[in-house]
């Protein structure tokens, strides 16, 4: 059903995912619990911009890698990953007033629809080839 080079290429994705969740959640957590007074929206936006860089610099040099390693993707996704930051912002914020739960299982659920996006989206429109 999917050829060998989109396995390849989701596999790395999500280990790089994996790796941009673990440090996204840390800024989070630290931002949300200790110096934001419990701000999920801004908390969130502090924590996406650290997974801004994370993601990008290791999706353009090894997820997606181009012959040139060039830079001239990072406009395109910068754009994409602040639409994505904001979609995920506001829906954790939503969620958060809407729903009688933790706010890490929150997170939790609005990162797993941000990243199915974020793949396709990425792939289709930032390191297309």
Known sequence: MFDKD?????T?????GASNTALSYIVFFISYNYFLS???????????SAGIIWSFFWNNKWTFSKANKSWSAFYPFLILQLFLLLISAFLLDIAKAQLN??????WLGVMVVITILNFFLT????FKR
Request: aromatic share 16%.
């Open 12 to 16: 790395k994705f999500l280990i790089v």
């Open 123 to 126: 792939k289709h429109l930032v």
């Open 6 to 10: 989109f396995v390849k290429q989701l």
């Open 38 to 48: 419990k701000d999920a929206f801004y908390s969130q936006c502090l924590s996406y």
């Open 101 to 106: 739960l933790s706010i890490n299982l929150i």
